[in-house]
């Protein structure tokens, strides 16, 4: 099995796509900060730690595009936002329906 990092064919095994199409990941094993990784053919540099579960750039995003997860949207960009990037609050506004919003308590 080649270099998670060198392997240019692949995305890093760290990371996961839920479905074809996404262009969110899912971080399956963390990711300590300063580590390089690739995405796609492309190589990726993390700033912070990435822990397991939480959701990343597979590609770059401008203010308004849409994140898509598990092919649903889940979120528009409210900043630019590079490939390999944390998605979080941060820089995703949700698109989730809110409970209150469907009459529930």
Known sequence: ???PVTDPARTDSRLLRLADGDNVLIVRQ???GGSQYMIDG???TTPADLPIGFKVAGTDFQPDDVAIR???PIG?????????ELL???NLASL???THGRGEA
């Open 1 to 3: 099995m080649g270099d």
């Open 30 to 32: 963390p990711i300590p």
């Open 42 to 44: 492309v190589a990726a």
């Open 70 to 72: 598990l092919g649903m």
């Open 76 to 84: 528009r960009a409210t900043a630019p936002i590079r490939q390999g």
């Open 88 to 90: 979080h609050t941060h």
């Open 96 to 98: 989730y329906m809110r």
